[in-house]
């Protein structure tokens, strides 16, 4: 009799554990699933040593490209969520090992928090709201000093999230463009976009919005070069990564006026320390790393993440997966 399929849950699982609908559809279908938050080489061995599919919910203590010999069956990864940037990407493709990932979890919220940043920033809401919780009532103190309609957006990447934030706001009448080198003009002019390059969105772009990944390629991809490019009236918004910015240019670009300013859910340190210059900035809008969140996330994770699993099960390709030159050892429909 053929092995069951086995998933091994290792990393992420918060305090209130798996759901036992999760538990119950994986059963279903005849899987094998184990969990544990494993936070060594040896309980990974332990406990995913003879997984076909190895999976984290968020943050792990133990996949790693040196740790992935252990887990010799592996085939597929599964990192709930967008970013994979804490998964070892390209040891595993070399091992013939899929990476995939949900990011179809998050992409709505994502998306408008991004908008929100920049709605906060142009109506200058929270300097507005910071006034009047101190008792002033001054007009001028929180004068808006920007408009949509006729201005150019730019988007830094044209995945799932990019995409929807140019679907949200086709209504306010403004140009949309965007720098992505894996997606055609074509699949950008569907959607009322120009395809365009990085160094003309940034010179071009009004307000600008990063929705790129975390890659060798991509780190510090807007530094001091990429800021003194930009207006200096431009709004610069990022929900992507943190490190994808210089964030000490961007402090001198804000303080300078380089640009303008600034809407930002991730920083290159995390949690951001309270003595960051950019928290004392009326030019910036700051949240905890949150726009991936809403009143559906956690359901969105689960159900996305147990279907690429049952996906994966009876052989077909997961949905989303980053490593799109991958060998995989599994042959897949």
């Not at 086995?6 to 279908?29: F, S």
């Not at 969990?35 to 003879?50: H, V, Y």
């Not at 300097?127 to 002033?136: A, E, P, S």
């Not at 780190?219 to 001091?224: A, F, K, P, R, V």
Request: with cysteine; net charge negative.
């Amino acid at each position: 009799m053929a092995e069951a399929f086995k998933v091994a849950l290792v990393g992420g699982v918060g305090n209130d554990g798996v759901p036992d609908w999760v538990r119950d559809a994986i059963a279903n279908e005849g899987i094998t699933f184990v969990d544990r938050n494993c936070k060594s080489r040896e309980e990974l061995a332990e406990l995913g040593g003879d997984a076909d599919v190895i999976w984290v919910f968020g943050d792990h203590e133990c996949l790693y490209a040196e740790n992935l010999d252990v887990i010799p069956r592996c085939g597929a990864i599964i990192r709930s969520g967008s970013g994979t940037d804490n998964v070892p990407v390209k040891a595993a493709t070399e091992r013939g090992i899929i990476v995939a990932n949900t990011p179809e979890a998050i992409s709505d919220s994502v998306a408008e928090h991004a908008i929100g940043l920049l709605f906060s920033i142009m109506r200058m809401v929270t300097v507005q709201d910071k006034n009047l919780r101190r008792g002033v009532w001054d007009r001028f103190l929180g004068w808006p000093r920007w408009h949509m309609r006729g201005h150019t957006l730019g988007l830094i990447g044209f995945g799932n999230i990019a995409r929807l934030v140019a679907r949200k706001l086709s209504g306010f009448e403004m140009n949309i463009i965007s720098s992505d080198p894996f997606v055609s003009p074509e699949t950008m002019a569907a959607l009322g976009v120009k395809s365009v390059s990085l160094d003309e969105l940034l010179t071009t772009s009004d307000f600008v919005s990063i929705h790129s990944p975390l890659l060798e390629s991509t780190y510090h991809l807007i530094g001091e070069g990429e800021l003194r490019m930009m207006k200096q009236s431009a709004i610069l918004i990022n929900t992507a990564r943190g490190p994808l910015v210089d964030e000490a240019a961007l402090i001198r670009a804000l303080q300078e006026g380089w640009i303008a300013a600034a809407g930002l859910d991730v920083f290159e340190q995390e949690p951001i320390p309270s003595d960051n210059p950019l928290l004392s900035m009326d030019n910036v809008v700051a949240t905890p790393h949150i726009a991936g969140y809403n009143d559906m996330f956690y359901e969105n994770f689960w159900r996305l993440s147990v279907d690429t699993v049952i996906d994966l099960s009876r052989g077909r390709w997961p949905r989303s997966y980053v490593n799109r030159d991958v060998k995989p050892r599994w042959e897949l429909t």
